[in-house]
């Protein structure tokens, strides 16, 4: 079965340091995607980044990178020189191949970003 | 303009009224899906449907019906409300999945509070 597991309920750190949530998922299949998706308080559901199972390439995409290890069935996202407006839930998700109506979200990790 | 959108944003109302929460897109996508998240529980799906002819039932449809109208549009409805369906609601679309990763599109969110 699928499953989605965001350790880590809650999080504070002060402004300027790197904090990273982590993320571990489980699935029988070979064909798997997995995403990102940041909630601020305003309630929207904000789109960061999808990987497919057979891309295990960490990608950086400005103070935000993710780290997919297959091995450890973990996409961990790290916040680099974290800013206030990161302060968010950050929802981890996963699905299979052609059975999107099947993505399974973990439960979140709220992150507070102190001045 | 936003590319899903959804109407109402917020809306309270009383046990045992009829609701309807609706979700229109842009984006062109034939799937469209309804998402209830409660805190600490994150996103669980109600309902979906793959083109206008097929509606589909997510893991927590008790007490939900869905009717998709056209392309563009999917509508929730709660047929007798009550306090415990108190959350806030996503309507979703998606692209087509196959041989590219897939990504949902969420709406903003409508908060529902059932007295």
């Known amino acids: 079965a699928q499953k989605v597991t965001q350790a880590q309920t809650e999080i504070s750190v002060v402004e300027k340091e790197d904090v990273t949530l982590d993320c571990v998922y489980e699935?029988?299949?070979?064909?798997?995607?997995l995403f990102w998706y940041k909630q601020p308080p305003s309630g929207e559901l904000v789109f960061l980044i999808r990987?497919?199972?057979?891309?295990?390439q960490n990608e950086i995409s400005g103070r935000y990178s993710w780290n997919f290890q297959k091995s450890t069935s973990s996409f961990n996202f790290t916040i680099t020189a974290s800013q206030v407006v990161d302060s968010a839930v950050y929802f981890c998700?996963?699905?299979?191949?052609?059975?999107?109506?099947?993505?399974?979200f973990g439960k979140g990790t709220r992150l507070h970003i102190l001045p | 303009d936003a590319d899903v959108t959804q109407t109402p944003r917020n809306r309270i109302t009383k046990t045992g009224k009829r609701i309807m929460l609706e979700c229109s897109q842009t984006?062109?996508?034939?799937?469209m899906y309804w998402y209830r998240q409660d805190p600490g529980l994150g996103l669980r799906l109600i309902y979906y449907?793959?083109?206008?002819?097929?509606?589909n039932k997510g893991e927590i449809s008790d007490g939900y019906s869905v009717s998709r109208q056209a392309q563009a549009k999917f509508s929730l409805s709660l047929e007798s409300a009550i306090p415990n369906q108190t959350a806030l609601y996503f309507c979703?679309?998606?692209?087509?999945?196959?041989?590219?990763?897939?990504?949902?599109?969420f709406g903003p969110g409508t908060r529902l509070t059932v007295l």
């Open positions: 979703a679309t998606s692209d087509t999945p196959g041989l590219a990763t897939p990504q949902k599109f």
């Open positions: 699935t029988r299949d070979t064909t798997y995607y």
């Open positions: 990987r497919n199972s057979f891309d295990e």
């Open positions: 998700a996963l699905s299979e191949k052609n059975r999107d109506d099947k993505i399974i």
């Open positions: 984006k062109g996508h034939d799937r």
């Open positions: 449907s793959f083109d206008v002819k097929d509606i």
